[in-house]
């Protein structure tokens, strides 16, 4: 029977902890501060910060919210980012992404300080990453790290093999990875021979955006696998890259979608509104 990964108990025990530090941190005078600016009217954008926002009440944090219209300016935004940089009581600034197309993704996120930079989106924080600097570190890949410990997975000389290399999750998830002495390999759309790179996986990271494409024919008898990927199917229900039913009975843990890594993202963003204090 694989062992079914628990994102949300996980997270929630996270966030536990962390309501208990900032409790002391409050006793010692310190507060912490995430201001979250969202741009435009993205349905799913609007989720994903309501649930940020609730998550900062839970734990004891200050959220400030801004929500500016689709066409704000890019040097609007800027502006904003600046006067939160400059804002001695605001420890985190998190810009949700996608942002409206006329504003440059990348400058914004270059322009937020990297000390409030709890997303590690900065290229200051991934360059930390890479060179194994403390920084602020990608939410979603540091998630997956704190799954694999708290499930009590061994992750020093595993193989494992990531599907999936951008910015926010394959490519940290492959520096963190490393970092916890693994053996990593990074697949892409040019991969070839997909499925025998994947099989060679003790730990499988599927990050590429496909639902359900990953079935038994990737995974080794065994192996654990950890899905990254969030969509909606033809019925309107929650699936993740991996063909769930197709590989549980072939594998030692897996994450389910939703329930799995999805949870641990917002838990890893508070950790970091926390440790920018
Ligand atoms: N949009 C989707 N995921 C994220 C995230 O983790 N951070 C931000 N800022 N925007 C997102």
Redesign the pocket.
């Known amino acids: 029977m694989a062992l079914v990964i628990d994102g949300k108990k996980i997270s929630n025990e996270i966030k536990d902890e962390l309501k208990l530090k900032v409790e002391k941190m409050k006793e010692e005078g310190k507060q912490v501060t995430l201001a979250v600016v969202l741009v435009g009217d993205d349905p799913a954008?609007k989720v994903?910060v309501a649930n940020k926002k609730k998550a900062c009440e839970y734990i004891g944090i200050r959220s400030l919210s801004y929500e500016l219209p689709e066409q704000t300016s890019q040097a609007e935004l800027l502006a904003l980012v600046e006067k939160l940089n400059n804002d001695t009581d605001v420890n985190g600034i998190?810009?949700?992404?996608?942002l409206p197309a006329h504003i440059d993704e990348e400058a914004v996120l270059a322009a937020i300080s990297p000390a409030k930079d709890v997303?590690g989106?900065h290229p200051m924080n991934v360059g930390k990453l890479s060179i194994g600097q403390k920084g602020m570190v990608?939410?979603?890949p540091a998630g997956v790290i704190e799954l694999l410990k708290r499930s009590g997975i061994g992750i020093e000389g595993k193989e494992c093999v990531i599907i999936g290399r951008s910015n926010?999750v394959g490519k940290p998830m492959a520096l963190l990875m490393l970092k916890e002495n693994a053996t990593v390999t990074v697949c892409h759309s040019r991969t070839k021979n997909l499925k025998e790179v994947a099989k060679r996986a003790d730990i499988l990271i599927v990050a590429m955006g496909k639902p359900r494409f990953v079935n038994k024919e990737y995974v080794k008898e065994g192996a654990v696998v950890i899905d990254v990927g969030i969509h909606r199917d033809e019925n309107n229900k929650l699936c993740g890259d991996v063909d769930y039913n197709d590989v549980v009975d072939h594998v030692s843990a897996i994450t389910p979608v939703p329930g799995g890594v999805g949870p641990m993202?917002i838990a890893m963003?508070m950790k970091n509104c926390v440790e920018s204090v």
């Open positions: 954008s994903y998190l810009v949700q992404l996608p997303d989106f990608s939410c979603t926010i993202t963003l």
